[in-house]
């Protein structure tokens, strides 16, 4: 399928891959992403890693970024109504619920409990105009905008202690998720799941790191076929470069925004 002859001018590559730590053990990747394009040019995408703790960590994710995404779809999003900050913040809280709601209704279907399929969520809306992400647990939200800023809508949340996160499931999860908004030009927009992180963010200064996503925005700006693009960035996530660097779940989601 050749993206450019699509109307929509966004152009989005995503996949989640299982780290080399899961595959040794012979374990499923417990990541999960999904993404659809609005009428009116409004991106909406959504990426989650169910908890190694969990036994449905997998299940939970999945579920989670479908609820939250489909909640989405639904909400004849415009770009009008997205000039409102208190919409943006309510349609972002919804789908958050929603999410909820779904991972607690596949639990008891299950007979689980909902503990049982934790998992982080992070929920982005993009529009040219503007940017809006929230978050439950670790991940990275980040957009660059047409000056060239490269910004972090939300930052990893590790909890208290080190390898201590939130998950959707926790109590005062949705009370405390990380929300933030940038109304600029937008270009690019990407989420990624925690087994990016180190590579992804300047860990010193807490800022996205330049060397690794302008290359990727690149990347999605010029890519023509879809399907090719995906494989190019599963090998990407399953090179050297990458699982010499971590052995988790990886999820990366990358959007370009195309004037032509």
Known sequence: MNTSKQISHWRVVAASVCGTSHIKNKQLCQDAHHWQVLPGNVLVAAAADGAGSASQGKVGAMVAVEAAIENLSIQEITRDSLSDDAIVQSLLHEALLAARKAVEDEAAACRKQPQDLATTLIITIATPDMAAAAQIGDGLAVVKDRKGNL??????????????????????????????????????????????????????????????????????????????????????????????????????????????
């Open 151 to 260: 910004v972090a809508l939300t930052v990893p949340n590790n909890g208290e202690y080190i390898n201590e996160t939130t998950f959707l499931t926790s109590l005062d999860a949705i009370d405390t998720a990380q929300m933030r908004l940038w109304r600029e030009a937008i270009v690019n927009v990407a989420a990624l799941t925690d087994g990016l992180q180190m590579l992804a963010l300047n860990m010193v200064v807490g800022e996205p790191h330049k060397p690794f996503f302008f290359p990727l925005f690149d990347f999605v700006e010029n890519t023509e076929d879809r399907t090719v693009a995906k494989e190019q960035l599963v090998k990407f996530l399953n090179s050297e470069r990458i699982t010499q660097r971590t052995d988790d779940d990886l999820t990366l989601i990358i959007a370009a925004f195309n004037n032509t």
